[in-house]
């Protein structure tokens, strides 16, 4: 395998990991932040307007909400996955990028639903681009896995492909739903909280005792 | 306890740890520098209003003002908290993101104080904003003393506990204020920088000399 | 050579250099993501219309995509540049702020690309951002050289070189192209892709293994 | 001194030391990136009119440039006072915090001054911002070099200060000029460079080699 044999580089190239980590968690940062813009406010209001127009935006304070959520949930996702990368190549870097790529997109999504959440076409952008998400966290993985980059075994990455096919289930499953009443989909996603208590604290504190 | 048992992970995960500090601190930068962008002025005014045009941003640079001294003392606040975290799991991770979460929404509630500052919905928003700031903060601390996370003693948490009291009291108080004449309430908040100026000084630079 | 004289400083000075790229990591990263706010939707849009303001940010969301991955790239170079760096003056520092003040004008050409893709001075605007970019890119590296500030070898510097005037080359076509039809003109850019992925792989992932 | 007594903590405390490094860094980063969203193109132009469009943001470039310099400018001149600061206290923090909250404001004078760059109360806003930054910066190393904190010498500081008030000094003359025709006075500040280069160097590239 040509790949595998060039790729090879691990820790002796620190400062260089190091930055590709750092950019990763600085584009995480700053779209998880860049979230509160989609929360405004109109100017020149009367004073009875302004309780009106701020309780107008309880949509975009949930999309604000449920965005946070799952940004900062990926984000302990990808500080996992790269916490068990021992070496990296140009491929990687650009499979990352990609995934960042998709990551920023979630503002945008996140305006979307939070103005029009109760329609079909926010659901499914916002659907689509959080499965973007993690089929490409995916493709990483199982990229990284396959060129001998990481040190994660196959049982992690057979829990995580699992994972990462309910997510996606759960996407469908509220597209389908939303075709009959849109309103109604965003509430699937809470399926997500649920599984994701679990991965987290499973992930970060002991993982199998035995 | 089921809990502290898993969660257990101290020095020797520096790079993870690492990561959520500078993540968190990447965020905090951003918000306090989002600020500036409830700051504007309109397009193609004539020469005579431009002045005019800035003078009526004086109550958003005094939102700014605010809410830039308000983020920057949370930050030394969270900074001071994780100096003396020894150990992490999931749940810290969860509760420093529910921080972060309500931590990002300032630079809106800043723009509605900036905008509507002399009106009730304006002070109950942004002081709802920084009380839930301090709650999470306080429940974050509590939770990280209890599964023995951190090496903060006993005495120094009652004194940030009552320092967190005092906060949520003088917003509570302000939203008081506010029901009888709004304009006055966000004066009530120099209270909390009176109190800060001594808590910060006492705390970074050499605590209980004898 | 005054210059060179005293502009001598390696390693040992770590911390500084360190922040140097830390800065410019963040420029790059912000600038990446602030891509995102090119996409919007209006608000109070009737159901039927959601489906089509969407429809309309396509040309956004390509010129997103375009833009991403030409920062992801401009980033990777910067990056494997800054590895080879083993000393800097005022100068290496002055000429990387000028390359990160072309850098984050990205996004504003990226606008204007995504807004009006098809005409003219979308296309001259953008080609000339990036030309901008990729000379004064050159210009900091054969100055660094020049002053012997990196361990760049010659061969690699001219392999570099030929590279960026093929991608000079390839922006001056397409405003040549967008004389004609400005609507073609962007892909033309699809030209430095092709040659990219070459280069990404050749640099990271042992070069020249002989 | 009582303070003085109190503040003392040096290296050994290098993780904190390095936050309130990294915070100044991020914010740096953001204010400098934001600048870029002073530059905008309307939707819905007809096609001659963006060529039109463009133009018109020439002030704004004009803008851009010129506030990316002085933040770059600022971002080395902060650089090099921290690295020769020793310890730090809780006033050091907030006189940072200051000067910081007054950098974050230049996006928004530098918004302005691109689009009133030829009237008066454009030039106040925008030297008044600048000047505020340099004054603070200077009562930050003064209080600094009082405290101990810093190994700058007394001849350093001297020159920093005499450097400050120069530059102070061409903002006064920049009000002045503007008193009489606005439009010219912005041209006043090419002065700064001038002077800056020579600083620049001076300090990062082996100061007084005898």
Known sequence: MARERQARRREG???EFGRIVAF????????????????????????????????????QLLAYAISFAVIARF?????SFFSEVTAFDGRLISLNMLYLGCLVLIPFSS????EYGGQLPAVVVYSANLTAVVLVGQWMS???RHAGLTKMDAETATENLV????IVGVFLFSIVIALFDASIAPFCWLLLFVEGR??????LSGRRSA
Do not use: Y
């Not at 995480?28 to 009367?46: E, G, K, P, Q, R």
């Open 198 to 203: 679990g991965h987290v604290i499973e992930r």
């Open 24 to 59: 990763s968690d600085g584009v995480f940062s700053i779209a998880i932040t860049l979230l509160v813009l989609n929360l405004s406010i109109s100017h020149h209001l009367t004073d009875g307007e302004v309780g009106n127009a701020l309780w107008e935006q309880r949509e």
């Open 13 to 15: 190239h620190e400062i």
């Open 111 to 114: 305006s979307v639903l939070g």
């Open 142 to 144: 199982w990229d990284a």
């Open 163 to 166: 994972r990462a096919l309910f």
């Open 75 to 79: 984000w302990i996702v990808h500080h």
